[in-house]
């Protein structure tokens, strides 16, 4: 993937502007997952994932990091993608309670995509990120025919994002930076959200 050229000048108001990492890793990683973080952790898949389930996780999960595409999706189109039978959801509980997710796409034969991972606010900081992380990639690698695992990472995301993916042998094999609508200010995501990200409201004349 070619590196776009940066966006030049102020962000206008009612946009954010945020720079994608495309990562890969095309070998199997030679390592032990680390220690389970927690005595009453459990991991399940949760099977034919109804969409209001995948909404409370996706919206919970990704509101502080301003994730907002799959908001935007109508239920159709997202019921869709999560019934595939290639899509893969998996939640960690913690004494029962649900702690995050991490969705592993196998639609495009011989190869995997974590198209999300991530902890719901309570659980984060308690090195469960870190052994979901490493449990994804054991998964998608016992896959039969696999050749290459995707994942990418944004501004937006946790600052160590990035860093974590490579400490787990990911590459970066490609970056753009995007400008698109800030979701606070279109109304899918609560304006309270992502206070670490500027919101630059438009000016009302």
């Not at 199997?28 to 952790?41: F, I, M, S, T, V």
């Not at 908001?71 to 999560?82: H, Y």
Request: proline share 9%.
């Amino acid at each position: 993937m070619n590196n776009a050229a940066p966006l030049d000048g102020p962000v206008p108001p009612g946009r954010m502007r945020t720079t994608v990492t495309y990562l890969e890793m095309t070998a199997k990683p030679a390592r032990r997952q680390r220690p389970h973080p927690h005595e009453k952790l459990a991991l399940m898949r949760a099977e034919n994932c109804t969409l209001s389930f995948y909404r409370y996780l996706y919206d919970h999960v990704g509101q502080d990091w301003l994730w907002w595409a799959r908001r935007a999706m109508d239920d159709a189109t997202l019921n869709a993608i999560i019934k595939d039978p290639a899509v893969e959801i998996y939640v960690p509980y913690v004494s029962g309670v649900p702690a995050g997710y991490v969705e592993l796409d196998r639609r495009t034969p011989g190869q995997c995509e974590i198209n999300y991972l991530g902890l719901l606010p309570d659980f984060i900081g308690h090195g469960i990120g870190g052994w979901l992380l490493d449990w994804a990639i054991e998964a998608a690698w016992n896959a039969a025919g696999m050749e290459k695992l995707l994942v990418n990472t944004c501004t937006l995301d946790h600052p160590h994002a990035l860093m974590t993916y490579q400490k787990a042998g990911f590459h970066p094999v490609g970056q753009v930076e995007k400008e698109e609508d800030d979701p606070r200010v279109t109304g899918l995501i609560p304006r309270h959200a992502a206070p670490h990200v500027p919101l630059i409201l438009p000016t009302e004349g």
